[in-house]
C-alpha cells in the first residue's frame, strides 16, 4: 500500500542543494587543486625548457658537452610526460561526471598523485645537476646554484594548490646540492650546504601554507556556488514536492518543447485539507508528485503550478509513450491508496493539449479548457484538447471581451421560467435567467456569462442589472395583482465572496420598496455545503426574510444539519431525477423521499426538468408542490411570462 509517510512530507529536491556535505566539499576542493596544478605547471615547464636550455649552453661551453645532452635530453623527457599528464583529459574536471561519484574522485586523486611522481621525476634529474660541474666544485659552480635556487623558487610560486608536487620537485636537487657542497669539505661550503637544508625546509613550510590558503579558499568558493544554486533551484523548483514550480515549468518548456502538454487537478483534495488538516494535505501533495516522477519518462517534464494543480510536458513519439497511455497510468498511480484516510478520497483529471507551435501561455488555456471538460465528466478522467473545445475557448474569449459592451447598450436579457402550484396550476414563482446572443457564438451559456464577468471584473455589475430587472418584474407582478409570486436568481459561489452581494440585494429591495420575502437566493448544493463562503452573508439575507432555495438537491452532498444552518425555505429536486419520473422507480423512490423531508421539514419542494404531461401527473400523485419545466413552461422574456400566466392557470 503507498503511503503517506512519516510525519513530514518527502524532502524535496532543494533540499539537496544545501550547504555540501563535508565529502563532497573535499572532492570538489581536490577537483580545484587538480585544475588550479594543471594550468601552473604548464607555465612553470616553460621557464623549466629554458633554464635546462641554458644548463645545455653551459655544458656545451665547459667541455661537457655528452653530459650535457643527456641531461637535457632526460629533463624533456620528464617535462614531456609532465605536459601529457596536464593534457590528458580527467573524469570529472573535463566532463559533466558529478563530483559525488566516487570513480570520479578516485580519478582525481590518481592524477595529483601521478603528478607529483612525474615532478619527483624531473627533479632527480635537475638533483643530477652537480654532475655538469664535478660536484660544485668547477667554475661553473656559481651558475649552477644559481638556476637551483632560481628554479626551485619558481616551483613553489607555480605549485601554490598541491604542495605535493612543488616539494617533490624541489627535494631532490636542493638535497643533492646541500650533500655535494658537504662532501667539498670547507666552512664556508658546510654553511653553504646548511643554507640549502634551511632553504629546503622555508620553501616547504610555504609550499604548504599557500595549499592550506588555496583549500580555505576553495572551499569557501564551492560553498558560495552551491548556495548560489540553491538559490536559483528554489526560484525554479516547489519547495514542497521538489517538482518544477510554475517559473521552472515555463522554463523547461522554452528550451526543450514537447508535443504533449497534461494540467492536472486533484479530485477530492479539498476534503482531505478540510477533514485532515493541511499537514496530511501537503504530504498527498508531496506523494502525488512522487508518483508522477515515477510515471513521467525521464526526458519529460512534471511541474507543481499550484494548489493542487499539476502540469507534464513530454514528446509522446521521442519517448514512445503513447499519451492515453500516460493519462491512464497517471490516473491509477494517483488513485492508489493513501494512508490515514480513505482510499477513495482523492483522484485526478487531466486536461491534455497536443501541439508545441504556440506559446506556453495559449498551450496552458488550451490544456485547462479540456481539463474542465474532464472535471465535468467526473473523477479519474482525461480530455483531449479538440475542436469543439476550441469553439468553446472562442467563444468564452469573445464574451470576455464583449461582455462590457453588451451590457452598455442592454443587449443582454434576463428572461423568466414560470413555477407553478402543481395542484392548481397557478403561478407560484419564477426564475430569472440571463440570457445573452452573441453576434457570432449565438446564444452563450449562462455559466459562461457569470464566467466572464468574474474574469473581467463585471460581477456586481452583472448581479446590479439582474437585480434591476428582477425589481421591474416584481413591480409588473404587484401591478396585475401577483404581488405574492416570488422571484428566483441564482447566485454563483464567485458573487458570494468577490462582492457584498447582500448589501446590494437588500438596498436594492429598499430602492424599489419591494419586500424581502419577493426574492429567492438560488444556490446549488456544493455552494451551499462550504460555509466560509455562504453562511455569513447568507444569514443576512434570511434575516431579512429573502428566501433561501438549494438547487440541483439530491445529487450532491448537503447534509439536513447545513440545510438547517443556512435557513432554506425551499429544495429543488434535480432535473436528473425528474425527467422519465413515471417510467423509473427508483428516481419515483428517490423524489418521494425528498417530497417527505420537505414536509417534514417544513419546506417547500420543487421538481425541475418536468418535460412531459405523464411526469407532470406522477408528480400530482405523489404529492409534489410546486414544478418546473419546458413542458410547463420555457424561459422567455417578461412581457410573454406575463401574457401568459399573469391571468388564472
Known sequence: MAAVAGTNPEPSIVDSYAAPSERVLKRAIRRDQLDAARRSILRALIINFML????????IQSDQTLAGCIWFGASSLANILRVYLCRLPCKGLDDSA?????????????????MALAALLSGTVWGCLPMLCAGYTSPQTLFYLTVTCGITAG???????FA????SFIVPPLLATAVCLVLTGGFEHNC???????????????????????RQTSGLKNEASALAVRMAMRAVTDGLTGLLNRVGFAEEAEVAPASCLMVLDLDGFKSVNDIYGHQIGDQVLAEVGRRLRQQVPASGHVGRLGGDEFAVLYDPDATGLPYRDLAEAIIAAVAEPFDRFETDRVGVSIG????????????????DEALYAAKTSGRNHFRVFDD???ARLDMRRDAERDLPEALADGVIEVWFQPILHVPTGRLAGLEALIRWKHPRHGWVPPPDIIAAAAVIGLSEAVLRYILDHVYRMKLLLRERGLDEVRIAMNVCPRELTQTAFEKLILEKLDAFGIPADGLEIELTEDTALDSAIASERLAVLSRAGVSIAIDDFGVGYSSLSRIRQLRVNRVKIDRSLVTGLHEAGDKRGLVQAVIDLGKALSLEVVAEGVETETDLIALREMGCPFAQG??????????????AFAPPF
Not at 563530483?99 to 601521478?114: F, S, T, W
Not at 413542458?631 to 401574457?643: I, Y
Open 630 to 643: 419546458y413542458h410547463l413552461g420555457r424561459p422567455t422574456q417578461a412581457a410573454t411570462v406575463l401574457d
Open 52 to 59: 635546462g636550455l641554458a644548463c645545455l649552453a653551459v655544458a
Open 164 to 167: 605535493r608536487i612543488p616539494v
Open 155 to 161: 616551483a613553489v610560486c607555480y605549485g601554490t594548490s
Open 192 to 214: 653553504l650546504a646548511a643554507t640549502c637544508v634551511v632553504y629546503l625546509l622555508a620553501l616547504t613550510r610555504a609550499t604548504v601554507e599557500a595549499e592550506a590558503s588555496f
Open 98 to 114: 558529478s563530483i559525488e561519484r566516487d570513480d570520479v574522485a578516485a580519478a582525481i586523486d590518481r592524477r595529483l598523485h601521478r
Open 388 to 390: 469543439a473545445l476550441r
Open 352 to 367: 491534455i493539449y497536443l501541439g508545441d507551435t504556440e506559446s506556453l501561455t495559449e498551450r496552458l488555456v488550451r490544456a
